[in-house]
């Protein structure tokens, strides 16, 4: 009987970490279609009351050297079923600095 219940807990978990990457990837492309920037990644994913709060990380300006590129850091709000319900603008910031605080 352990062992059932070991085995539906892991499937649970499995699950939220398979409906997490679902919602990050529908973020990235949103943001990306929105913004016409790239997108370079995902800072952070959690559950809220309406669906999930996503943090992208996207590509502003693109500078020669790269370690002067301009990036910045999206809040997105996508339901459960993946449509975008928000996003914002929260922080700018140049790459290799994102740590900066708030601002």
Same mark, same amino acid.
């Given at each position: 009987? #352990? ?12 699950? #939220? ?9 529908? #973020? ?12 370079? *990644?995902?800072?952070? &994913? ?6 999930? @709060? &996503?943090?992208?990380? &996207? @590509? ?10 301009? @990036?910045?850091?999206?809040? &997105? ?22 740590? @900066? *605080?708030?601002?």
């Amino acid at each position: 009987m #352990a062992a059932t219940d070991s085995k539906s807990q892991q499937d649970r978990d499995d699950g #939220a970490r398979s409906s997490a990457a679902r919602i990050a990837s529908h #973020a990235r492309e949103q943001i990306g279609a929105l913004t016409a920037k790239s997108v370079e *990644g995902v800072a952070a &994913v959690e559950p809220v009351d309406n669906g999930w @709060l &996503v943090q992208v990380e &996207v @590509l502003e300006d693109q500078r020669i050297p790269s370690s002067s590129d301009m @990036l910045a850091l999206y809040e &997105v709000e996508i339901d459960d079923d993946g449509d975008l319900l928000a996003y914002r603008r929260t922080k700018r910031y140049p790459r290799g600095r994102a740590d @900066l *605080g708030t601002e």
